[in-house]
C-alpha cells in the first residue's frame, strides 16, 4: 500500500500519465461533462470532499505551469478564488467566460469532479515539467 500522496488509482494514474501541456479540470458537483472525457468522480455528498481538498492534493504531484478560470469566479464566488490565488500566485491565470471553459473541457485528459457546490469552483491546470 502506498505510504503517502493520493490513493486514488484512477486519479493517481492520471497524473502520472500527464506530459508537458495535457490538461486536467477539477470541477465542482454541477459543471457538465462532455461525453467522451474521462471522468475520475471523488464526489460522494454535497460538499464532500471540497474543492480545495483536491487540489491541493493534486498540486502536492502535479508541476502546473498554467491555469484557466471562469470570468464569473471573481464576482460570484470571491472567497475560492482568493483561496485559488493564494496556492498558486506564481502560476500565470487565464480568464474565460464560463461556456468557453466548460468547452475547454472537452479537450482535457479527464474532469475530477469533487463535490464541491459553490458556483464557478472549476479549473484547467496545465501541466508543466519539472526540468531543473
Given at each position: 500500500m502506498k505510504k503517502r500522496?493520493?490513493?486514488?488509482?484512477?486519479?493517481?494514474?492520471?497524473?502520472?500519465?500527464?506530459?508537458?501541456?495535457?490538461?486536467?479540470?477539477?470541477?465542482?458537483?454541477?459543471?457538465?461533462?462532455?461525453n467522451g472525457t474521462d471522468r475520475i468522480d471523488l464526489s460522494l455528498v454535497k460538499g464532500f470532499p471540497p474543492f480545495l481538498s483536491v487540489l491541493d492534493a493534486v498540486l502536492e504531484e502535479l508541476e502546473v505551469e498554467a491555469l484557466t478560470l471562469a470570468e464569473e469566479i471573481k464576482k460570484d464566488n470571491p472567497?475560492?478564488?482568493?483561496?485559488?490565488?493564494?496556492?498558486?500566485?506564481?502560476?500565470p491565470m487565464q480568464f474565460v467566460p464560463h461556456e468557453q471553459l466548460k468547452e475547454m473541457t472537452k479537450s482535457a485528459k479527464a474532469v475530477i469532479r469533487t463535490g464541491e457546490a459553490t458556483p464557478y469552483a472549476n479549473i484547467i491546470l496545465r501541466s508543466g515539467v519539472n526540468f531543473s
Open positions: 500522496g493520493i490513493l486514488n488509482k484512477d486519479l493517481s494514474m492520471l497524473l502520472a500519465s500527464l506530459g508537458h501541456t495535457d490538461t486536467i479540470v477539477i470541477a465542482d458537483c454541477g459543471l457538465p461533462i462532455p472567497i475560492m478564488y482568493e483561496n485559488i490565488q493564494q496556492r498558486l500566485s506564481d502560476v
